[in-house]
């Protein structure tokens, strides 16, 4: 194959080779629910630092247990969006550039690999497991997964890339 076939090929996967960002959100994000799953039963924590500890938690529902005592109609509910979205963001990174958008490519491979990893837990736990607990005092932060941090960071990236891209337009105008 030449190097004109070889860009042609790597330009029609446009940022789909970021998945790789994905896949290694996933292993990591089910080996260490799986970890906890097999050391902790539910509730147990251990305190790890004077605001951080390790506990497992089951959520049912949505970020900081959205729609948690729905009844059970919201795990099919939730596990329909996440399939959409990382179909649509899949679309999204086929259709970037190979090239000169990583950090949005990033980005988006982030937040698949975090709504996959917490499909695959709707799909067979019935539930999302959280173990990571950040607290001050007697105030707790909801209790998250390497899922939830990568799909944050992966949509304060976005967002940041978007900011960013619209100020870099601002000056060419």
């Not at 980005?107 to 497991?129: E, K, P, T, Y």
């Not at 607990?133 to 939830?148: K, T």
């Amino acid at each position: 194959m030449n190097e004109a076939a070889r860009q042609s090929e790597h330009d029609r996967r446009g940022a789909l080779p970021w998945l790789w960002l994905s896949l290694a959100i996933v292993l990591a994000d089910q080996v260490t629910k799986g970890l906890i799953v097999a050391s902790f039963e539910l509730y147990d924590r251990v305190q790890l630092l004077p605001v951080f500890g390790i506990t497992r938690l089951h959520n049912t529902g949505a970020a900081f247990s959205f729609l948690a005592s729905a009844g059970g109609w919201q795990r099919w509910f939730f596990i329909t969006i996440a399939v959409a979205v990382t179909a649509l963001v899949c679309v999204w990174l086929r259709r970037l550039p190979s090239k000169g958008q990583g950090w949005l490519a990033a980005s988006l491979a982030l937040i698949v690999g975090g709504a996959i990893g917490n499909v695959i837990d709707r799909v067979f736990r019935g539930h999302v497991v959280d173990f990571l607990s950040f607290h001050w005092d007697r105030w707790f932060f909801p209790a998250f997964n390497v899922a939830d941090a990568a799909i944050t960071v992966g949509a304060v990236i976005l967002l940041m890339d978007s900011f960013f891209e619209g100020r870099r337009k601002q000056k060419i105008i």
